[in-house]
């Protein structure tokens, strides 16, 4: 009987683990195909739809440095409030002006483009939330 409980219990923990685990793995694939979308309709105006940038007006987004060494936070606040002034990527020198999200992009829109490039073209993965995007907006 003890024997029993000990695998049930072990059985039931496995299951409610596992199904966790699925669940964040298609919530986060929900927030990158989003991210997609407003990324190609936004982002990649500027940044070029395989994010390689364009000449030195403006920055990579493929495999950037400069997105790998900066605190999360930091760069999402790039994005939704801008960025001005230079900064090197993948060893090139920009100086150039990120104009502010504009308002009709909503911070879900916003978490879910940030997602998109951390999983794409070789950026270091992980999920940005819309607390976290809030956050980091100015008021
Ligand atoms: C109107 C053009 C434009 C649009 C649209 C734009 N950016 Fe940028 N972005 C820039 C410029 C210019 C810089 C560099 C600013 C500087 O030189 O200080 C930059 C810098 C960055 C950086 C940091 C540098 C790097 O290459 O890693 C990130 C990250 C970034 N943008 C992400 C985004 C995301 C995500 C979007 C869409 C939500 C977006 N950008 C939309 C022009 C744009």
Same mark, same amino acid.
């Given at each position: 009987m003890k024997t029993f409980l000990k695998s049930f219990l072990v059985l039931t923990i496995t299951l409610a683990i596992g199904s966790t685990a699925t669940t964040s793995a298609q919530d986060k694939a929900t927030l990158v195909a989003k991210g997609e979308k407003v990324y190609k309709a936004y +982002?990649? #105006? +500027?940044?070029?739809a395989t994010g390689q940038?364009?000449? #030195?007006?403006y920055p990579p987004l493929a495999g950037s440095d400069y997105i790998k060494s900066k605190p999360k936070k930091e760069i999402i606040s790039s994005v939704v409030n801008g960025l001005k002034g230079e900064i090197t990527v993948n060893g090139k020198k920009f100086n150039g002006v990120m104009v502010?999200?504009?308002?009709?992009? #909503?911070d879900e829109d916003a978490a879910a483009a940030i997602t998109y490039v951390y999983n794409t073209w070789g950026n270091p993965g992980g999920t940005v939330t819309v607390a976290e995007v809030k956050a980091a907006r100015k008021k």
């Open positions: +982002c990649q #105006t +500027c940044h070029q940038g364009l000449s #030195t007006v502010p999200l504009p308002k009709n992009y #909503t």
